[in-house]
């Protein structure tokens, strides 16, 4: 009884959040602010994930990340907890090759910047073996 009322009222504030967020993505957009639109749009995408809503959630994901890329470039360090975020997102929903994808996009740019990539890449196979 307790759970389904903790789930209840959860599900309800992440639905007033998720109004919330669209509307502030909406007003963003016609503004010169692409890093905060860009870090809205990914937090949006995760809860619309948390709500099962994983074609809206992977649209906001997928466009955050391009205008993180946009801003950042593809291998600046900076992108690594980005596609970390957009990987996780897919990993949620069981989609392991998008999932994939973004965390060899992780691992792209660890080397790029010359960082360890045994860590990262120990627990990207533990993540992947979940499914």
Do not use: P, W
């Given at each position: 009884?307790?759970?389904?009322?903790?789930?209840?009222?959860?599900?309800?504030?992440?639905?007033?959040?998720?109004e919330v967020m669209e509307n502030a993505v909406t007003v963003l957009s016609g503004l010169d602010y692409d890093i905060q639109?860009?870090?809205?749009?990914?937090?949006?995408?995760?809860?619309?994930?948390?709500?099962?809503?994983?074609?809206?959630?992977?649209?906001?994901?997928?466009?955050?990340?391009?205008?993180?890329?946009?801003?950042?470039?593809?291998?600046?360090?900076?992108?690594?907890?980005?596609?970390?975020?957009?990987?996780?997102?897919?990993?949620?929903?069981?989609?392991?090759?998008?999932?994939?994808?973004?965390?060899?996009?992780?691992?792209?740019?660890?080397?790029?910047?010359?960082?360890?990539?045994?860590?990262?890449?120990?627990?990207?196979?533990?993540?992947?073996?979940?499914?």
């Amino acid at each position: 009884m307790v759970e389904e009322y903790n789930a209840t009222k959860s599900r309800k504030v992440l639905l007033q959040c998720s109004e919330v967020m669209e509307n502030a993505v909406t007003v963003l957009s016609g503004l010169d602010y692409d890093i905060q639109l860009a870090d809205l749009m990914l937090k949006y995408a995760t809860v619309l994930s948390e709500l099962g809503e994983y074609q809206d959630s992977n649209y906001y994901a997928e466009r955050a990340c391009k205008q993180f890329q946009d801003i950042f470039g593809g291998l600046d360090e900076n992108m690594i907890n980005i596609y970390s975020a957009v990987g996780d997102n897919y990993l949620k929903q069981g989609d392991r090759e998008h999932a994939e994808k973004y965390y060899a996009l992780v691992i792209q740019v660890y080397e790029a910047n010359v960082f360890d990539t045994e860590e990262v890449k120990v627990l990207i196979d533990n993540a992947l073996s979940e499914l």
